[in-house]
Structure formats: C-alpha cells, structure tokens
C-alpha cells in the first residue's frame, strides 16, 4: 500500500483493473484472482524492492536486497515500476536466481503460494471497496520509506491511511 499510495499512477491503474473484475462479479473472490495481472505486477515489484526475509541461509549468506536491486538485473531497480514484470516470465521460483523473494530450489518457502493468495486477496478487498489518502493533507513525497532489518524487514514508521468508501453508483 506504501508505494501504491506513494504513486498515484500505480493506485489508479490497480484500482481500475480490480473495480473492473470484481464489480461485474457479487464479491472478490479467490476464483477470480488470476485475471488480476497489474496486481498481481504490483506485488511482485514490491516484493522485489521489499522482501519480506532479507537473508536467504543455504551454506553461505545472500542478501536477497542486493540481488533485487542489482542493475546487472534490473533497469532503475531502485525504482517501484510494476510494468517491469507484465508479460515477464520471471516468476516466484528464483529459476535463474535474479528473483528470489521466496528463496529457490529445495528450500523455496513452502507458504510462499498460500502468503500471496491472502496478499493478493486482501489487496484486492481493499482497493475494491475503498479509495485511500494519507491523513493531514500529508503529501505522498513525505512518506518515510525506511526499513528495519532483523530475521523480517518491515517499515520504520508505522502507514495510517484514510479509507474512503467507494460506491461505483456514485462515480462520475
């Protein structure tokens, strides 16, 4: 949500791709959530620029951080760009070792298919339902970015958005 909300663009195009998928069904649901391939692009480049495990333990260390951004790898790597993987066979697995936000081979994480099912699921929820803002007339370029680093990676500062309740009856 960090870097969605952060740009605008990104928001917007997921927003429209759920809001088209699901409107037209009774509720989101998980039957549904392959249609969703700009979503689907959003996470895995946030996975990519944030994993969730910054080390992978096989015989040595690696720092998945490095390799996520490294731009042998990747063009801007530093930069959140989801189009990088539409149409893109890169995938979850780590085949060719420039991806690995699960780890790869035999010690791939065995929860990696169900921890993205609920990332994509509840994503989906939110940006189905709701349209978000910072709160205070806090600008987007004002959101702090930084990580702690420990066995997980996660924000240093806490993300408080303001949902508001989106009704497609009332859109012009």
Request: net charge negative.
């Amino acid at each position: 949500m960090a870097e969605m909300i952060r740009d605008p663009r990104v928001m917007k195009k997921a927003q429209t791709e759920v809001r088209e998928v699901f409107n037209e069904k009774e509720r989101v649901d998980e039957i549904y959530i392959n249609e969703l391939k700009y979503l689907k692009s959003v996470v895995k480049e946030t996975l990519r620029l944030h994993p969730a495990a910054p080390l992978l333990l096989q015989r040595e260390c690696g720092h998945v951080c490095e390799i996520n951004g490294d731009p042998k790898y990747w063009i801007e790597p530093e930069r959140f760009y989801p189009e990088r993987f539409m149409d893109s066979s890169i995938d979850y697995k780590g085949s060719n070792f420039e991806y690995i936000p699960f780890g790869a081979g035999r010690r791939i994480c065995p929860g990696s298919t169900l921890g993205l099912l609920h990332v994509e699921l509840t994503l989906s929820f939110l940006l189905c339902h709701f349209d978000w803002k910072l709160p205070n007339g806090m600008n987007c370029e004002e959101l702090d970015m930084t990580e702690i680093f420990g066995v997980t990676v996660r924000r240093k500062q806490d993300l408080y958005l303001i949902p508001i309740a989106y009704s497609p009856l009332f859109t012009t």
